[in-house]
């Protein structure tokens, strides 16, 4: 029997995790919008029609809430990869970690559409969200702390970002979770503050360079 050998490299392109990433995300957020369903009955009245959206009330904010967060998430995933040119093993294995949270968001989001008020659908959700977030900062930590991986383009402009913005999605989780407790509807609309987080955090450019940025 032939042994097989293997060309392996220290570093190279993350062409393809991009686009395996980009493709999770995408059907992601597609999947999201799957738990709204059009009633199917004929000659339904408006009547019949207004009670029937009112019952989808809480599919439609997990569908707004989770795609927010979600659309947020991926595009912090691109700002970490435009950063640098390149990959390694590492940042491939971390990457699918974050995948595998990203894939669980509809479900956990639908979890909040078939059980309105139930507070363990909001942990879940909550706890699928945070464990995402986390994922993702221990991704983008990883990557951007190499740095020989960092792209020198004069077009482009290091941003510094404050500790309390970076670990915004694990702290909104927690919170989440404890006002689930007291509150489900503040629970999820807390998760509003997360894609708000730009206005904030990425609106003072820094001219130092990209190694003070750590």
Known sequence: MKTLHLFLKRAH???RLCAV??????IALTLLVLDLKVPEVAGI?????TADLYHQIPNFV???????VVAFFWMNHHRIFQSVTVCDERALRLNLIHLLFISLAPYSASL???YEGDRIATIIFSANLGLASLSLIGLGQYVLAKEEWRRDDATGTWVKVPWW?????????????????VSIDAALMLWILLPLRDLFALDRRSSDSPSANN
């Open 45 to 49: 009245t408006n009547r019949q029609l």
């Open 13 to 15: 392109r993350h062409d």
């Open 165 to 181: 913005s970076v670990y915004a999605g694990p702290l909104l989780a927690l919170m989440s979770i404890v006002v689930s407790f």
């Open 112 to 114: 909040i559409g078939h």
């Open 62 to 68: 997990a569908y707004v809430i989770g795609f927010l």
């Open 21 to 26: 990433a980009d493709g999770v995300y995408a």
